[in-house]
């Protein structure tokens, strides 16, 4: 087992290609890591480690985006004001991953590169449009996340790429709700959740933990956006049938999900005891 | 690109600068107990959950457990080792320690949460403590330690 140790996003693509896309990109890893001394199928990797690099590291604006660099922390963005500020959802999502300890080194990259159906970043991000920026020594990529995921745990990176940057246009939102459902409070893998919002783009409704990815629900958006009359829990549910596939596992069963999306949906959404 | 490959890594550990050679993909958590002699931070789960190996990394509390040794080169550590025990009065006298395999990650996250009580603008004592798991307290005795300690600093010039 070894370990890359690159100087700049430059030197970690040339690494990345000499290996053949076979190096782990290594940021946090509080994905890659857990249960590590009996991860023996991955001892003989080649870990490539982000966690130092600065350009990843930097929460920069345009006049049309916040940029958050493909290495940036919940931690971080918890604690920039700005950001926070702009976009209250990366604030909500990020207080429940984990506790400070996984905030403090989980990114938001991994958390897009990590794949799974029940990331809780994902959502927020989603919710955003946020486009994924690419790079490797064959030159640049963008990619919107709703358009990243393929299928369970497949998605159009490949292999030589890195994640530079996560891009989110800035944007006057009316309606931002973000919906954690988990055994408890804290420290809970999701049994399912959504953010949704809306602004001059119109609506977004993004769920995890409900299909093989996190996946925008564009029938519920739909009906959203034509003003729909929606009265009841119960009249979200043919659109949610329509938008996601839940199953049943460890976590939960795809009836509760279903029956809860609808109705937390439905009360962040149109209730009027908010 | 499948030999190990040993090289130097340093990083500054309770003050101290540190030097070893090594592949740089060992666990925080064991180069501290078994190759530093610091056997301070517990192992509990090794995934991240229970919180018994936080450390603190240029400040910050993070789970050793998750963290390989190469990632902290040239950077600053600090374990319970370099808490001093009269920083910990507070947490003694409140009931927050039983069987005592949590404490040291307790102490750890709670003198960080001690240290900038900015924080609770916008996050709870026990929202910033989630990351410690404690099967014997109940939590009640954490929580009021680390506000009376709060108190204390509020208190003193
Ligand atoms: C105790 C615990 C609680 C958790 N709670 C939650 C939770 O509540 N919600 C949640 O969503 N997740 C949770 N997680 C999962 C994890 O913390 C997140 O998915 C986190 O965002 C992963 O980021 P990382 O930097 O640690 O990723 P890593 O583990 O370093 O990497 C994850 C994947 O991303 C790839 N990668 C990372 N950065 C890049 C990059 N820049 N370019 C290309 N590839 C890259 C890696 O190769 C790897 O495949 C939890 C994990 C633990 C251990
Ligand atoms: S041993 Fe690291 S969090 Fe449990
Ligand atoms: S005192 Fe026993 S686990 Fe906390």
């Given at each position: 087992m070894t370990m890359l140790f690159p100087s700049d996003l430059e030197e970690a693509c040339e690494m990345l290609a000499a290996s053949d896309g076979k190096a782990v990109p290594l940021a946090g890893g509080t994905d890659l890591l857990v249960h590590w001394p009996q991860r023996f199928e991955d001892h003989g990797r080649t870990f490539l480690d982000l966690s130092q690099l600065a350009e990843l590291r930097a929460i920069r604006w345009s006049d049309s985006a916040l940029i958050l660099g493909g290495g940036?922390?919940?931690?971080?963005?918890?604690?920039?004001?700005?950001?926070?500020?702009?976009?209250?959802?990366?604030?909500?999502?990020?207080?429940?991953?984990g506790a400070v300890q996984i905030q403090a080194r989980g990114t938001w990259a991994g958390n897009i590169v990590n794949a799974s159906p029940?990331?809780?970043?994902?959502?927020?991000?989603?919710?955003?449009?946020?486009?994924?920026?690419?790079?490797?020594?064959?030159?640049?990529?963008?990619?919107?996340?709703?358009?990243?995921?393929?299928g369970y745990k497949q998605m159009r990176r490949r292999p030589n790429q890195l994640v530079r940057a996560v891009r989110l246009p800035r944007r006057r939102h009316d309606v931002e709700v973000f919906e954690k459902i988990g055994p408890r409070r804290a420290q809970a893998i999701t049994k399912l959740g959504f953010a949704a919002t809306h602004s001059a783009a119109g609506w977004r409704v993004v769920a995890n933990s409900m299909a093989p990815t996190v996946c925008r629900c564009r029938t519920l958006e739909g009906m959203l956006e034509h003003g729909s009359p929606i009265r009841r829990p119960e009249d979200l549910m043919p659109a949610i049938r329509q938008d996601v596939?839940?199953?049943?596992?460890?976590?939960?069963?795809?009836?509760y999900r279903q029956k809860v999306f609808s109705r937390t949906l439905f009360h962040a959404l149109f209730s009027d005891e908010k | 690109m499948t030999k190990p490959e040993h090289r130097d890594i340093g990083f500054t550990l309770n003050g101290e600068e540190i030097r070893f050679s090594g592949t740089g993909t060992e666990r925080l958590l064991d180069v501290l107990r078994y190759r530093l002699g610091l056997p301070g931070t517990k192992e509990g789960c090794g995934e991240g959950e229970c919180g018994?190996?936080?450390?603190?990394?240029?400040?910050?509390?993070?789970?050793?457990?998750?963290?390989?040794?190469g990632q902290v080169r040239n950077r600053r550590v600090d374990t319970v080792e370099s808490v001093a025990p009269e920083a910990l009065v507070e947490l003694h006298t409140s009931g927050a320690t039983?069987?005592?395999?949590?404490?040291?990650?307790?102490?750890?996250?709670?003198?960080?949460?001690?240290?900038?009580?900015?924080?609770?603008?916008?996050?709870?004592?026990?929202?910033?403590?989630?990351?410690?798991?404690c099967r014997c307290t109940g939590y009640d005795g954490i929580i009021e330690g680390i506000a009376e300690a709060l108190r204390q600093e509020e208190t003193s010039p």
């Open positions: 940036v922390t919940y931690w971080q963005t918890l604690g920039d004001r700005a950001v926070c500020d702009a976009f209250p959802l990366l604030e909500k999502a990020g207080r429940q991953v029940a990331a809780d970043g994902v959502p927020v991000l989603m919710a955003y449009d946020a486009v994924v920026e690419l790079v490797s020594t064959q030159g640049e990529e963008e990619i919107p996340l709703s358009e990243f995921y393929l596939s839940p199953i049943d596992d460890i976590r939960s069963t795809a009836q | 018994a190996c936080t450390v603190h990394l240029d400040g910050v509390p993070v789970n050793s457990c998750l963290i390989l040794v039983q069987c005592g395999a949590c404490t040291p990650g307790v102490v750890m996250t709670a003198r960080f949460v001690i240290d900038h009580p900015g924080l609770l603008e916008r996050a709870s004592v026990r929202q910033l403590m989630a990351g410690n798991l």
